[in-house]
């Protein structure tokens, strides 16, 4: 049990530049694309191999309090497509999260195949490598996937690790695991990239409007 204060609802005082407070997740801020995209999935036939092409934003949001926990963090958007479809090949939605008190790190994933997760890890300002885990079951950082799923596609385990590249680049290695009806060991389905700047991060609301004295 995480030892929380007694006063559950008063809130810190903060920084309202996220940008300047986002600890080891600073250099995701941006948006992000790259053509060099490798997934790995199940298919009837066995694992199937693609390449994908992903644009990604990562937008700072306004700090954000829990009664005196206190998170700052980035909105995104990835949308990953392949040069042989015009189809979606995969679309996620969330947050990365950083709670300078505890050094906890945490994404959100919400895809459009009717699942989520919450994964969480540990990092500090400067690490050049991140990485959180979500498991199945676990109320704190698990995975929450609709009927279908959890019979055909039973989603035990989820993992990203992120290096950051002197370049400024930075690659991920996602595995996420896959039960197939059920079957064990699980199938790693895995994702990989190396995504380049194509924009910096905008700054979060309330930092444009604590320069400007808030005359927008
Ligand atoms: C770059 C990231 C990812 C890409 C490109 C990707 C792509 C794919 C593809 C192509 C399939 C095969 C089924 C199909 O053709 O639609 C698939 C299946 C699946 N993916 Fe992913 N995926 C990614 C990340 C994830 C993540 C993070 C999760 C969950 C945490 C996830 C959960 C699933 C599940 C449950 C299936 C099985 C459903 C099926 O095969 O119909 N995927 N994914």
Redesign the pocket.
Known sequence: MQNISDDVFTEPEFSPDTLANLGPLRRLAGTWASDG?V?V???AEGP?R?A?R?RMVMQPIDPQTNGPQLLFGLRYH?H?NTAEEAIT??D?VGYWLWEPATGVIMQT?A?P?G?V?LAGGTANPGDDHISVEARRGDTKFG?C?NAF?EE??R?DF?R?DITFNPDGSWTYV?R?D?AVRGQIPAFN?H?T?TLRRVAPPIPNPLAGVSTDGGTG
């Open positions: 995209g997934d999935n199940p298919k199937e693609r994908f992903e990835t990953i090949f995969h996620q994933i895809i195949r699942q997760v995975i996937s799923l055909a596609f989603t989820y990203i996602t996420t896959l389905h994702d990239n």
